[in-house]
């Protein structure tokens, strides 16, 4: 068929209307476990310190029947701290764009919901990461020491329970050391080269029962996609799974919500924000977020013709006995 001949059609006219939604389609990922789910607390300084203790081994211990005894040294307990870090997101919104009709309502208010959105997300990826701490100085920045640089490795001046690959040479047991107190620092976690080869049920039991045997209860393992990946192909006896989230029995083929060990039942929760090559079983009760100043909108100074806002938080990783918990940092194809 053709076009009757003199018709107008909308390619004719300069007179449309565009054609817009009203809504802006958010992709706005923020299921930031970490922070969201220890404990709050609020710290005086940006150095704050911490102690904590272990036990010593259990050995066999029989005395004789009024027999005099020599007083035994304790066991010195471990004094660490770590740095607040300042972490900021500005927003600067001239005068013009806030009075224009704009998609999504009014811009500043769009706009500081992103920001903190975005300020939450640093800040997980910062708390769970590999970074060490530092004091900082006039023109350099404080940082925190993250989860995996306090999780340390077997290596370390204070033994660890971070898991790594076995099977890759030298360059799969870098692991991440923390000094003696005299330095106030943590080192941030090297996550050196491994080989070409997964997580294993074993690996997973390694690193729970090292957190077992200093005392901790590890109950979830927060993963990268890649490491959750893996855990859905476990097919070991050991690795059956359960889904909490749903009330049907129907069997589970390719779900890894729980794993049954005896070192403990941990939900495997997944993380936008942990390296690809890591997860972490996590003892949360033992970990903290020390708040200087906890997540704030501040009203700037106004900017010639426009309205300022600054979000700023400063924070530090607390890590109340790094030895509750462990970690797994491996490389494999596709990782």
């Known amino acids: 068929?053709?076009?009757?001949?003199?018709?107008?059609?909308?390619?004719?006219?300069?007179?449309?209307?565009?054609?817009?939604?009203?809504?802006?389609?958010?992709?706005?990922?923020?299921?930031?476990?970490?922070?969201?789910?220890?404990?709050?607390?609020?710290?005086?300084?940006?150095?704050?310190?911490?102690?904590?203790?272990?036990?010593?081994?259990?050995?066999?211990?029989?005395?004789?029947?009024?027999?005099?005894?020599?007083?035994?040294?304790?066991?010195?307990?471990?004094?660490?701290?770590?740095?607040?870090?300042?972490?900021?997101?500005s927003i600067l919104i001239t005068g013009t764009h806030q009075a224009t009709d704009t998609v999504g309502g009014n811009p500043m208010g769009r706009a500081v919901l992103k920001s903190m959105k975005e300020l939450k997300r640093d800040m997980e990826f910062t708390c769970l990461g590999v970074q060490g701490s530092s004091a900082g100085a006039t023109g350099t920045a404080r940082a925190t020491a993250g989860v995996l640089a306090w999780i340390w490795g077997q290596g370390a001046d204070i033994p660890g329970n971070t898991v790594r690959a076995k099977a890759a040479g030298t360059g799969a047991n870098t692991t991440g050391t923390c000094p003696s107190y005299a330095s106030s620092a943590c080192v941030g976690s090297t996550v050196g080269t491994t080989g070409t080869v997964a997580m294993t049920i074993a690996d997973i039991v390694e690193g729970l029962q090292l957190a077992w045997e200093d005392g901790g209860e590890v109950d979830t393992i927060l993963a990268s996609s890649a490491q959750k990946n893996v855990l859905d192909t476990l097919t070991s006896q050991a690795t059956r799974m359960i889904d909490l989230s749903k009330l049907d029995k129907l069997p589970i083929t390719n779900s890894a919500n729980v794993i049954v060990t005896s070192y403990g039942t941990c939900k495997i929760i997944l993380s936008r924000y942990l390296g690809r090559t890591h997860a972490i079983g996590f003892d949360l009760p033992m970990w903290a977020l020390g708040q200087l100043r906890a997540p704030k909108v501040t009203d700037m100074a106004r900017r010639e013709d426009g309205d300022a806002k600054l979000l700023v938080a400063e924070y530090t990783v607390i890590a109340r006995n790094p030895n509750s918990s462990c970690a797994w940092q491996w490389m494999y194809p596709g990782a």
């Open 1 to 89: 068929m053709t076009q009757t001949a003199g018709s107008t059609d909308t390619f004719d006219s300069a007179a449309l209307k565009e054609s817009l939604d009203s809504v802006i389609w958010d992709l706005f990922p923020a299921d930031t476990y970490f922070i969201s789910n220890v404990d709050k607390v609020n710290v005086g300084n940006t150095q704050h310190q911490w102690v904590f203790d272990t036990l010593k081994a259990a050995a066999a211990n029989k005395q004789l029947e009024g027999d005099a005894f020599t007083a035994a040294t304790l066991l010195t307990a471990t004094r660490v701290s770590n740095y607040t870090q300042i972490s900021n997101k």
